[in-house]
């Protein structure tokens, strides 16, 4: 692995589900070295994310899930760097909420993503937060990102249509607190964290009201 770097910024906006809207902050993450990159999720803006790929081939817009938060400018940015959409098919439901007509590839658990030479990110599936979500391990950086399936402070919301309490806290246990306690957590919405952090405080997660 040589050159691989993380390149972070926020965007911000809204996500819609069951009705309501609210204000959010999103992060964006850009794995890669200085010829290509993946992006991990699309939220609200373009221009910032372009700015983070600047004149680097982008490979695949990588989607934790399919909130309408994580994928606003999927599409856009598909179209303007020639790359493809990865998400998980059980998101289709919510994929469909923002692109009625728009196609995506597949990803399924524990598939090899390469990004440049001898680097690589694996999908793992994690449901809950929403069915088919999604969290990219990248093992040679001792790093995670969890889009909404793990924050600093526990499990992402469950409160919602399409989401479960004990599915995501089962994937949560199963796929990512087995990973070293020393693993980076990049997170869908405000701090890193780390795999061990979480793991000591995980007897203290609730079930929302
Ligand atoms: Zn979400």
Request: aromatic share 8%.
């Amino acid at each position: 692995m040589t050159g691989v770097r993380v390149d972070h910024t926020t965007t911000s906006g809204t996500f819609s589900l069951d009705g309501g809207t609210w204000d959010v902050e999103n992060n964006v993450w850009v794995v890669g070295d200085h010829k290509a990159c993946v992006v991990i999720d699309a939220p609200h803006q373009v221009e910032p994310i372009a700015e983070l790929i600047g004149d680097r081939m982008l490979l695949a817009i990588l989607c934790t899930h399919a909130h309408d938060d994580h994928v606003t400018v999927a599409g856009e940015l598909s179209e303007r760097f020639a790359a493809p959409v990865y998400l998980h098919a059980d998101d289709e439901v919510l994929w469909r909420m923002t692109y009625p007509d728009a196609e995506f590839y597949p990803v399924e658990d524990g598939q090899r993503i390469p990004v440049g030479d001898d680097f690589e990110l694996e999908a793992l599936h994690t449901p809950g937060h929403s069915p088919g979500g999604v969290c990219y391990r990248a093992a040679d950086l001792d790093a995670v990102f969890t889009g909404d399936t793990l924050f600093q402070g526990g499990p992402g919301a469950t409160g919602r249509s399409y989401s479960d309490f004990d599915t995501i806290v089962a994937s949560i246990r199963n796929t990512l607190l087995t990973l070293p306690p020393h693993t980076v957590v990049h997170t869908g919405h405000g701090p890193d964290t780390t795999i061990g952090a979480e793991a000591a405080a995980a007897d203290t997660w609730a079930r929302p009201e």
